[in-house]
């Protein structure tokens, strides 16, 4: 995708040819800084501060966090400390999980002295398997959009998304935002309604900001007028993406998701939910077993944007002593969803659709 007309990704080595560049996403849309990581200290302040976010980009993240710990101290008390260490970080995504766990697999056997250029190798196979994933997400997910095109007669498809799901939130493509800009790109027209996904908004900071990047029309919303242009038949199509898959094909996503799948449920807007393999957690039943992770109040009692002088910065837009909740995640029933969009295809959101796609897993399933 594209920032300023340049290909880009979201993470990646700096010519020093260690040290981790990212962008700095809590910034964004006001200012694109891109800080460099030099240690695991580093790679997992950016995960919990999130500036990366997004299951899939935490995941690679996370995998060049060890492989800065392995350069500083390979020992096996280093690798142990760093998987624990950036494993704690957010709770939800499984793919923080999954890339650890990879990390450690292919590290665990190997003498120090290879870890930290192995460690290097593993992270850059991640992120470009992370590439290749999503794009095939978008080819699966394009049929969807040229099918409802064909029947509209050239008039534009109406998306609606959720959070953000994009490029910003995986390496490149994007899992929910894959097919919408693999459609632009083959020249069908396109718009997105963005909600806006408050407490951080995501939607309104970052999906806004990379669709206008890329060319594509779009409208940003609030989060509550979704149901409303759902009821008078604006919205042809819902994507979202997920945090987490459990294998009866409950959805972990942004909070929030549930409602617009409630929305789509009552109005008969189709629902999809856009995941790779990563994202599946095969060892979790059902989606009440999810752990749901608490942020601070403070999101839900200010928020960020550009103030008067030009710097990025917070704005209180409650009453002081007000009490708020934040859980940055819902669950959405798998009855919800109309179906997935994976690399491997479209299934059924049920544990014998998946299992239809990664028969592989059956055993780990069971």
């Known amino acids: ?146 099918e409802i095109a064909r029947r509209k007669g050239g008039r534009p498809v109406n998306v609606l998304t959720h959070c953000n799901a994009g490029w910003l939130a995986c390496v490149d493509w994007g899992t929910a935002t894959s097919p919408i800009y693999h459609a632009h790109d083959a020249g069908i027209p396109v718009h997105v309604w963005v909600d806006e996904t408050r407490p951080r908004n995501q939607g309104a900071a970052l999906t806004a900001f990379e669709l206008l990047q890329h060319g594509v029309a779009h409208s940003l919303i609030a989060d509550n007028a979704g149901g409303h242009f759902m009821q008078h038949g604006d919205v042809d199509l819902v994507i979202v993406g997920t945090d987490r898959v459990t294998a009866n094909g409950d959805v972990a996503n942004k909070i929030g998701t549930y409602l617009k799948a409630l929305a789509a449920h009552d109005t008969g807007v189709p629902f999809y939910v856009a995941l790779p393999y990563s994202t599946i957690d095969w060892r979790t039943g059902k989606g009440c077993d999810i752990p749901i992770e608490e942020r601070s109040a403070d999101e839900v009692l200010s928020v960020q944007g550009r103030l008067p002088d030009g710097s990025v910065g917070s704005v209180l837009i409650s009453a002081e002593g007000t009490h708020a909740r934040n859980p940055a995640f819902d669950v959405t029933p798998a009855r919800l969803v109309t179906g997935f969009i994976t690399e491997r295809g479209i299934c059924a959101a049920s544990g014998e659709g998946l299992l239809s796609l990664y028969p592989e897993k059956t055993s780990a399933a069971a």
């Open 1 to 146: 995708m594209k920032l300023d007309g340049v290909p880009s990704r979201t993470i990646w080595l700096e010519p020093d040819g260690w040290s981790v560049g990212i962008i700095d996403q809590t910034l964004l849309p006001h200012k694109l800084v891109r800080p460099a990581l030099k240690t695991v200290e580093d790679a997992a302040r950016a995960i919990k501060t999130m500036q990366v976010r997004g299951a899939p980009l935490i995941g690679v993240a996370a995998a060049y966090g060890v492989a800065l710990a392995m350069r500083a101290d390979a020992s096996d008390a280093s690798l142990d400390h760093a998987i624990a260490f950036l494993g704690e970080q957010r709770p939800t995504a499984v793919n923080l999980r999954w890339a650890l766990e990879d990390l450690r697999a292919t590290l665990g056997p190997l003498a120090p002295s290879v870890r930290a250029a192995s460690a290097y190798a593993r992270a850059a196979a991640l992120a470009d398997d992370d590439i290749e994933t999503c794009r095939k997400i978008g080819v699966n997910g394009l049929a969807l959009i040229q």
